[in-house]
């Protein structure tokens, strides 16, 4: 089985997405998330890929990343979570805020999640509670979003019309590169949040 395909993107579309690879245009069902994560219409692209082969049809499912593959399959364990369900939660949440749901026990977020439904995110909370990992750029993201000390820059930027997903990245990369220097100004909340929001919207204006 292949681990990976690499072509031209040749169509993006919700919770889909075309891959030519020499010729050879491949349909694949990808969680809505991560569109803006593959390149624009035209550009080459990787796709980490995993086939369903069934009686009645072969499905070729597809991801930006390993770790998002990797997050699909632990879905897939799930009692009730087959692969397409799995890949509307993935369309429905960022995967750094389901694991962050799940680390917390938060069933109210999970219930949310269209189509999912309270015994299934009862099931996926016992299954998968703890067992989920971050890298360190996610979980950078998952700490600025949690704590309430910069939340009301996320809100005033996402408030603007800016993409939530990017606020948070750009938010928490902002807050890192700042750090050392919030800490040898010795500035006030006010003027940490002015400074934060300032580079936010310089970095979002390029």
Not at 56 to 63: D, E, R, V
Not at 131 to 147: A, G, I, M
Request: charged fraction near 25%; aromatic fraction near 8%; charge should be neutral.
């Amino acid at each position: 089985m292949f681990n990976s395909l690499t072509g031209i993107l040749t169509g993006k579309f919700p919770q889909k997405i075309f891959l030519d690879t020499n010729g050879i245009e491949w349909e694949i069902v990808v969680p809505d998330t991560a569109l803006d994560k593959f390149p624009s219409v035209g550009e080459k692209a990787k796709v980490f890929v995993w086939m369903q082969h069934t009686d009645s049809a072969m499905t070729l499912f597809g991801f930006a990343t390993s770790q998002d593959r990797d997050l699909f399959f632990d879905l897939n364990k799930v009692d009730g979570i087959g692969p397409r369900s799995a890949v509307k939660i993935m369309s429905s949440i960022a995967r750094e805020q389901l694991v962050s749901a799940l680390d917390d026990g938060n069933l109210s977020m999970l219930e949310k999640i269209p189509g999912l439904g309270k015994k299934t995110a009862q099931k996926m909370l016992l299954a998968l509670k703890g067992k989920l990992t971050l890298d360190d750029s996610e979980s950078v993201v998952r700490t600025v979003t949690k704590s309430s000390e910069f939340a009301d820059v996320v809100e005033a930027l996402v408030g603007m019309g800016y993409d939530r997903r990017q606020v948070e990245a750009n938010v928490s990369k902002i807050v890192g590169e700042l750090k050392s220097t919030f800490e040898s100004k010795n500035l006030t909340q006010k003027e940490k949040e002015d400074t934060i929001f300032k580079r936010a919207i310089l970095e979002f204006a390029q």
